[in-house]
């Protein structure tokens, strides 16, 4: 995969000016800062909370998960000139206090989160930055223009990332004072202590409860949105004209921080990977490759060293063995970076399991569960890109493809959730309880959208992973090479007959006890887009142009045509009501990769298909600077605006249209050529 050199700069930071601006429409703005433990702080661009998952340090215990939520804001008063001016913003029930957004000029998403305040003739800048391996936060305060007194309040949360704390509740929340800070623990809940310094300040004690913060966007979502934060007292120091002062904030043990060469660090690990899609390629691009970074984080174990993984997205998902691997290739491989897809790839095949590789690993611990049926099976795709695009021949043959012919084989045999080759040699699995394909919701044993038996993409998946082995033993293991090239024989004729659909034009979404669900749904544009298609080159088109016609959007492919009776609109409201909309018309942004890839396939890679493809990715350039800065959300409602909905981070998200939008620039370069 050819990449040319990059100038070392990475993009110019997207930049919100928030002076005159709607109030509503700066709460809608996010920014995200993770680091390589899966650590993070996140919260909109006026510092004003409006999740539970929003905070400044977000720690986790057992890297990248058992995530704690520990220190939430900190309240921020600068006395000048005898005014005094207050910076924080907070929501509560029918209240926003303090309003410090009032003297915010702008926020700009740089290396280091930054936030610019005039404050009558003096102008203080807030930086955020956390260390790169350790749980760990600073926040720099600057001020220009003038002298005064910064007094820092600390507001702390100790509690699970999932949860919301409440005074009222039992805990045993206390701090002591030590080496001129403090340390902050809830001593009924965990062992999690959280440590506050602030350089050159003096630390005055006052404990108390602020009650009832009120997150809008949990309120949004059906959720209990109100909160209640221990604060155990503030920090006082004085700022001259020019100088800094810092708050350091710490899980379980103090960490010095450098600040300015963390900034550095970071700054020069955008550079390069913006660099790795080469420095004409469009801004957007560069922005992607860059967001990249935040799902790649290291995963620990008991009794073996750490391992690279990928988080499926933020604020709340850890890592999950199908988002891992359909994202690899757009943030590992298009990014150059062999390695760390190595890694990934030994981390999730050293959990296999009865020829599964995990479908996710617990949110606490390092246990794996295994409740996925085309997961293992997007780990042969991933790997044949990874092979595509490195010729790594090596590490096939002693890793991906032992890993590749246990899953295989296992599928064949028969394992979990009844996955077991059927005997017209299509791959069948689960039942009505269960919820093995990517449409995985469920409420309670409902499961919203059930896919039991023979699914489109996953047969698709079983095709191309079967020509994937024929293909790559070929020359090292021709007797396995035949076997697989056999059965490769069988499947595509078989899936062909089964799934295609004369009267539509399309492919059946699903077939259960020899019923065949005509539900026109995106799944079956993989059946195209995929390394091998059993397909014609006029049941692709025909494909193509069907999921076009009924599905695609400015954000991606809806999850159901809007012609179908259980459409849904919109996705919002109560817990159920997102589930049943989550796969049922919502939007989803990661379908954008495989369309784009049928797309140009059936179309040769024409100068038109590509201009096409070009303007169809559009809207995700814009959509950087509109909801988290910097990053494509999960999801979006399947009606107009298409507003975006569920994580504003997601891996796959990001993965796929940074690949589409290398797979048209690759093609326009070979057409040129």
Not at 27 to 54: D, Q
Not at 117 to 131: D, F, Q
Not at 198 to 223: E, I
Not at 288 to 312: E, G, H, K
């Amino acid at each position: 995969m050819p990449h040319q050199p990059g100038d070392g700069c990475p993009p110019p930071p997207l930049v919100v000016r928030c002076q005159g601006q709607d109030l509503d429409g700066l709460l809608n703005k996010e920014w995200l800062l993770a680091n390589r433990i899966g650590a993070y702080a996140s919260s909109t661009v006026i510092g004003c909370n409006t999740r539970r998952y929003h905070g400044l340090l977000i720690a986790t215990a057992n890297p990248p998960v058992g995530r704690v939520m520990t220190l939430s804001t900190v309240m921020e008063q600068v006395e000048l000139d005898g005014g005094v001016y207050e910076l924080s913003a907070n929501e509560f029930p029918d209240a926003f206090a303090p309003r410090g957004w009032e003297h915010l000029v702008e926020f700009v998403n740089d290396a280091a989160p930054r936030f610019v305040y005039r404050l009558g003739p003096a102008e203080l800048t807030k930086e955020i930055m956390l260390a790169d391996t350790a749980n760990a936060l600073v926040i720099r305060y600057t001020l220009r223009g003038a002298s005064a007194k910064l007094r820092l309040t600390p507001l702390a949360a100790m509690r699970d990332y999932h949860g919301l704390r409440k005074a009222n509740e039992p805990h045993q929340m206390i701090f002591q004072q030590r080496h001129g800070g403090l340390i902050l623990q809830d001593r009924l809940h965990g062992q999690c202590d959280l440590h506050i310094v602030v350089a050159d300040g003096l630390f005055q004690p006052a404990p108390l409860w602020w009650y009832r913060f009120l997150y809008r966007q949990d309120l949004s979502r059906g959720q209990d949105g109100f909160e209640d934060l221990y604060c155990p007292g503030s920090f006082l120091c004085e700022l001259a004209d020019g100088q800094s002062r810092q708050l350091t904030a710490c899980l379980n043990q103090p960490t010095a921080v450098d600040f300015d060469t963390a900034v550095a660090r970071r700054r020069e690990r955008a550079a390069e990977l913006a660099d790795s899609v080469g420095p004409t390629t469009d801004l957007a691009t560069r922005r992607l490759a860059m967001a990249s970074d935040a799902f790649i984080v290291q995963r620990s174990f008991p009794n073996a060293p750490p391992s690279t993984t990928i988080l499926a997205g933020y604020h709340w998902f850890a890592d999950w063995g199908r988002d891992a691997f359909i994202a690899l290739p757009g943030l590992l491989l298009e990014t150059a970076r062999f390695e760390s897809a190595r890694q990934v790839f030994r981390t999730f095949a050293s959990a296999m399991s009865e020829g599964m590789i995990p479908n996710r690993f617990d949110d606490y611990s390092s246990s794996a569960h295994y409740n996925s049926i085309d997961a293992s099976l997007w780990f042969i795709i991933a790997a044949e890109r990874y092979v595509q695009a490195t010729g790594d021949m090596k590490f096939w043959q002693g890793v991906l493809m032992p890993a590749a012919n246990a899953i295989l084989t296992a599928y064949h045999v028969g394992t979990r959730f009844d996955i077991r080759a059927d005997a017209d040699s299509l791959l069948t699995g689960g039942s009505r309880k269960t919820q093995l394909t990517w449409m995985d919701a469920a409420l309670g044993d409902e499961v919203v959208t059930p896919r039991q038996g023979k699914a489109v993409e996953v047969n698709a998946l079983w095709h191309s992973a079967h020509q994937i082995m024929a293909r790559r033993c070929a020359g090292n293991n021709d007797r396995m090479a035949l076997h697989y090239a056999h059965l490769a024989e069988l499947i595509g004729p078989a899936m062909v007959r089964a799934f295609w659909n004369d009267s539509a034009r399309c492919l059946y979404d699903c077939i259960t006890d020899g019923r065949a669900d005509a539900s026109i749904r995106p799944n079956q544009i993989l059946a195209v887009s995929l390394p091998y298609s059993a397909l014609s080159a006029t049941q692709q088109a025909a494909v193509v142009a069907t999921v076009s016609d009924h599905l695609l959007t400015p954000m991606g492919l809806r999850t159901l045509s809007p012609f179908d009776g259980r459409y849904r609109r919109r996705y919002g409201g109560s817990w159920e009501s997102r589930d049943r909309a989550y796969h049922q018309g919502t939007v989803w942004a990661w379908l954008i990769g495989p369309f784009i890839e049928a797309y140009l396939k059936v179309n040769d890679g024409s100068f038109p298909a590509l201009a096409q493809a070009t303007r169809w990715l559009e809207a995700f350039d814009a959509h950087l600077g509109e909801a988290a800065l910097g990053f494509i959300n999960e999801i979006f409602d399947g009606d107009p605006p298409h507003e975006p909905r569920g994580c504003v981070a997601q891996a796959w998200s990001v993965a796929e249209v940074l690949r589409a939008k290398r797979l048209i620039a690759r093609a326009a370069a070979e057409r040129k050529a």
